[in-house]
């Protein structure tokens, strides 16, 4: 866990401590809708690899956490299908906000306000190394994926859609 460019103590970050989850952090210049490309560019990592946190929710109101690649969108209808649900749609912002306890831009799946299931695409288990966010807008952490599946039990799930 590097010290360099040390952001704050963010509940994720106080999380992955806590469950002895190995991280480095990686600060870089936040932009306003920006997203995923905007973070691998500046990082110089392939947006495949760079995780977005979705929180989204079912018919029924019901809130969820979608982690999918940078370069990719979800298919809310495969999603749907494959968890069992009528229809899937992406929170409002101040939605989600409230749920996960962080502002969009910013939103980790680790530590949220609300508990919620969470669904990874499977092809991000695949992966050595993954960046994520760490709670902040302009703060992704690098660790390997099996955390996900570890700490959020993560249900693997297959709606990926390029961008």
């Known amino acids: 866990m590097s010290k360099k460019n040390h952001v704050s103590e963010t509940p ?4 992955l401590r806590a469950n002895g989850i190995a991280f480095t952090e ?7 809708h920006g997203g995923a490309t905007h973070s691998a560019e500046v990082l110089g990592w392939d947006p495949f690899a760079v995780v977005k946190t979705l929180i989204m929710q079912d018919q ?5 956490v979608v982690l999918m690649h940078g370069n990719h969108k979800v298919s809310t209808k495969n ?6 649900a009528k229809s899937v749609q992406p929170c409002q912002p ?4 409230r749920h996960s306890g962080y502002l969009v831009g910013g ?4 530590a949220t306000r609300r508990q919620m299931a969470v669904y990874v695409e499977l092809s991000i288990l695949t992966l050595p190394t993954i960046l994520i966010n760490g709670g902040r ?7 390997e994926p099996a955390a996900l599946t570890r700490l959020l039990e993560a249900r693997p799930v297959h709606c990926a859609l390029p961008l």
């Open 12 to 15: 994720a970050v106080a999380f």
């Open 60 to 64: 029924d109101d019901k809130p969820l």
């Open 137 to 143: 807008r302009g703060y992704l952490l690098e660790l």
């Open 26 to 32: 990686h600060p870089y210049e936040y932009l306003e």
């Open 107 to 110: 939103t980790s799946p680790f």
């Open 94 to 97: 101040e939605v989600a906000n």
């Open 79 to 84: 999603l749907a299908r494959q968890i069992g």
